[in-house]
């Protein structure tokens, strides 16, 4: 008998190994990729001023609170509130004549909205 020992090396188990490795590395950019989709701003768009400025004017009269803290405290600044009113008010007179319908409807409506609600907070 001999003693010579032969080292089968498995070609296609490597292969294989580096084919699956690139799987995994595209599959975590993919994933990745996603992620980050998901962590994306909105777009840009008059609209989502309106909703950034309405949003503000409600937190500041005490109408949102934080979801991820538990014990968050109303936070209540009328003068804030009225602030992030009157910028809305700004809005709607530089931009007359100049907005979508849709635009328009929205600014009115959120003007409206927010006015009513800093009346009721004011007269409690």
């Given at each position: 008998?001999?003693?010579?020992?032969?080292?089968?090396s498995d070609?296609?188990w490597k292969?294989q190994?580096?084919?699956?490795?690139?799987?995994?590395?595209?599959?975590q950019?993919?994933?990745?990729?996603?992620g980050?989709?998901?962590q994306?701003?909105?777009?840009?768009?008059?609209l989502?001023?309106?909703?950034?400025?309405?949003?503000?004017?409600?937190?500041?009269?005490?109408k949102?609170s934080?979801?991820?803290?538990?014990?968050?405290?109303?936070?209540?600044?009328?003068?804030?509130a009225?602030h992030?009113?009157?910028?809305?008010?700004?809005?709607?007179?530089?931009?007359?004549?100049?907005?979508?319908?849709?635009?328009?409807?929205?600014?009115?409506?959120a003007?409206?909205?927010?006015r009513?609600?800093?009346?009721?907070?004011?007269?409690?």
């Amino acid at each position: 008998m001999s003693d010579d020992k032969k080292i089968i090396s498995d070609e296609d188990w490597k292969s294989q190994a580096k084919q699956e490795k690139v799987k995994l590395s595209d599959h975590q950019e993919s994933a990745a990729g996603a992620g980050s989709q998901a962590q994306a701003p909105p777009p840009a768009n008059f609209l989502m001023l309106i909703n950034a400025l309405m949003l503000q004017a409600l937190m500041y009269m005490g109408k949102l609170s934080d979801p991820n803290d538990e014990q968050a405290k109303e936070i209540i600044n009328m003068d804030l509130a009225k602030h992030h009113i009157d910028l809305l008010q700004v809005l709607d007179d530089k931009t007359k004549g100049n907005l979508t319908d849709e635009e328009k409807q929205a600014l009115s409506m959120a003007l409206h909205e927010l006015r009513m609600h800093y009346v009721q907070v004011m007269s409690r």
